[in-house]
Antibody, heavy 113, light 110 residues
């Protein structure tokens, strides 16, 4: 069974940093591109970042470019999102998603003083 | 303002057929596959339609997708109360080099 489990969310002050993780199981992680997608409270879905299966190709949404860094460790079957210079508007549930299909249950990031 | 345009709401009675539209441009829907997601309250999105019109295993055949030019649509036939959810279209945008979503359509079963 495909499973994606996010962790690392929490409350952080504006300007602070947080690192999200996504642990994958039930499939060959190194075969799949991965994404981070977020959803602000009561709002729609917003794509954040993409990383290819081998990690050589990376894309970011303009709203996070220069502040967020996506990475993966295929040996550990894990996806990461390093978030720096966090702003109130980054408050959202962050989901990791395998290609276009499976999504994790999400982890809540709250940026507030 | 979402890159893909969806109606904010839709409704129907049990047994009816409803359609949700998704409008884009040549750089996104016009040149890439469209995907549809269903999000029940308090849960993660679930893939409903893949590659314009393919149903993943386990998705009832009451759900169907289509695409024409720079628009796509999701049709739900035999509407049921459990279909009440938010629905999102998504695709890749070649100009933005990123995934884009519609703003979402809240479906109400009356």
């Amino acid at each position: 069974e495909v499973q994606l489990v996010e962790s690392g969310g929490g409350l952080v002050q504006p300007g602070g940093s947080l690192r999200l993780s996504c642990a994958a199981s039930g499939f060959t992680f190194s075969d799949y591109e991965m994404n981070w997608v977020r959803q602000a409270p009561g709002k729609g879905l917003e794509w954040v970042s993409y990383i290819s299966s081998g990690g050589s190709t990376i894309y970011y949404a303009d709203s996070v470019k220069g502040r967020f860094t996506i990475s993966r460790d295929n040996a550990k079957k894990s996806l990461y999102l390093q978030m720096n210079s966090l702003r109130a508007e980054d408050t959202a549930v962050y989901y990791c998603a395998r290609a276009w299909g499976y999504w994790g249950q999400g982890t809540l990031v709250t940026v507030s003083s | 303002q979402s890159v893909l345009t969806q109606p904010p709401s839709a409704s129907g009675t049990p047994g009816q057929r409803v359609t949700i539209s998704c409008s884009g441009s040549s750089s996104n829907i016009g040149s890439n596959y469209v995907y549809w997601y269903q999000q029940l309250p308090g849960t993660a999105p679930k893939l409903l339609i893949s590659r314009n019109n393919q149903r993943p295993s386990g998705v009832p055949d009451r759900f169907s997708g289509s695409k024409s030019g720079t628009s796509a649509s999701l049709a739900i036939s035999g509407l049921r109360s459990e279909d009440e959810a938010d629905y999102y279209c998504a695709t890749w945008d070649d100009s933005l080099n990123g995934r884009v979503f519609g703003g979402g359509t809240k479906l109400t079963v009356l």
